[in-house]
């Protein structure tokens, strides 16, 4: 019985796939390599065409797939993917001297037209992530608010990318409500959702660990709290009673927890040099209890949900 | 579709199958779907009970305090809360006491350590002795599977750490003498390839003793990461050149052990020794090309292969997928340090592509074609 088991696993298919990956992978690493032996004596052109070429080739093959094939999806993505090497070797070779952000900027611009004719989510995605990786890059070197300091540059970056990920997120829960046979309903939304929380968590622990026995800014962090607990009502409310997803609720509960267990270690006050073993035993049991709210509240939704 | 009480109750047994009795049935089975947590539940289920735990151990800590005087009491401590442990986890309360048992219990073994068998009093080979023995008794008192995992590759790992250094100091330097070194880590390597393959390649042992089966796999792939770091380098040889020569030998001969078992492990999951006389000449050519693939000597790349084919032919997900995470990084360590330049290496690169894609077109040919799967 077992040795049937064996013997009818798929080694055929597993051993062609295996092989072919292996083998084009090896060829592709090997024409890497050629190139990198041979960067230096490339002309600056030469260097041009074959990045410019490579994106050309991608986007002509995505287009011979056609863009409603997998494979054409695929190679768009590639093609997209491959403007950002374009747009580096020209900063290098022509020393533009622009910015990371200008770059992640221009790339995401470029590429826009692509993603908008896609109709493939991980596009979506990956325009979504150079967004993000150029609002990062942004505020470093910001001059709009004047020199930033670093608590204000984590402040700024986290609270623009909550804005600009939950608008994504608001746009995909609107886009859902039309019969889109593209559009992804599941891990996309949780990624987006993601994407949402973890600044707005980010941003809430800061304020609560920097900014809480500051005289000048203490109402920033029990402002922040507040803001933070209408913003995971408001979501709890939504993907508990108009859409039920429970991974999203589990993403919403274990950023509240987590946000939780921060405010309590704050309250008493860990950052003085000799902890008591009461501080230790009621923090322990403050977890217990956080994370143990969070699990019922979840079980009771799940429950509640398979009975309907 | 039928309900499972209609299925039974139509089955014609009816005093086996009474509606009390399928009521009950019913009622567990709902309770046990229930019990079913999804794995992202279970995630926030482990992070609080183990930061609970953590907690709780401060405050155990801090109530003694962390002294050397105190020493024997925190040892004390620890194994009173492994007992702790041990009875909890064994009760099957629930997921979240579970994990608070699990992170206790292994925070009980530190204290134990610290207590007991500190490496700053006891020479190494105790410690070693110890952590056998601890792994083995709580393989048996304590059923767990993460338990048994992390005490059985702790115990392991301290013995690859006596292994290279001896009762010297640990972490400065290997201090045995060249020929021992070299009979305990080949023994030492082939001991963990041939358990992995007595613990996974039985499935009536396959059950019980997978956490030590794992645990090896986990022992064997950081052993061969840290030869990749060159974390136990061969630095007590008074001849450089004798060093290098000590340091070839032993990786040749762990290679050509690898290779006899992916070779074994290929018998076993084509079917055993009565496929091998059917049909030799497909296990010639496997042999010869693990003998090309030895000459080579890309080392972790095999052990990459082994566990990727150990983990298909067992469908085991885990083993599998770290033989997929594993290949690449060694594959890539190997090309990137062969002794060429770049323009031969991408030749080498490109010749091994082709190589793989002919094999790839030889087996569809030759060995394949008269065979058909669903793909």
Redesign the interface.
Known sequence: MELQVRRDLPWKSWLDRGLLSLGVVLILAGIGYFFAHNWDHLTDNDKLALSGGAVLVSFVGATWAGLNQFLGKLLLLVASALVGVYIAVFGQIYQTGADSYELFTGWAFLIFPWVALSRFMPLWIMWLGLLNMALGFYWPISSFWGALDSWDVFRHETISLLLLNGLALLLSEIARRWPISWFDRGWSTLILLLATIIPASLETIGEILYTWDSSSSSKSAFIACICFAAFIIGLGFYYSRLRYSLPALAIMTLSVCTVLTFLSIRFLDFDQPHLDAGIWLIAGLMVLAIFGSGVYFLRTQRLSHQQD | MKSLKELCLNSGNEESFNPERLHRLEEMLIEDH?SD??W??RI??G???W??????L??AI??IGWQDEHQTTIGIIGVVLLIIAVVVGRKKVGL?FDQCALAVSLAGQAMIYYGFVNEQYHPLATVVIFSLVLAAVLYIAYPSFLSRLMTCFFALQITTLWIYAGNGEPFSGPQRMASHLSELVLGYWAFHLATICWCFLN?RRSTLFAPLGYALIASLTTWQVENLSNIWSITSMSNSYDAAMFALALFWAKTVLIALTIFGVSI?????LSVLREKPLLFIGLALTLAVLVWLGPGGVLLALLF?LLG??L?SRVIFILGLILFPIFLSNY?YNLSL???V?????????????L??TG??RWV?AD?K???
């Open positions: 229930r947590l999804p992202y539940l926030i289920i992070i609080g009970a930061l609970a735990a953590c907690f709780f401060g405050f801090t109530l979240f499935p076993w999951a084509a079917g055993g990727m298909f032919s469908q090309y330049d770049l323009l290496k991408s030749i080498v690169l490109i010749g091994s592509g082709l190589a793989m894609l094999l790839r087996l569809k394949f065979l799967e669903a793909i």
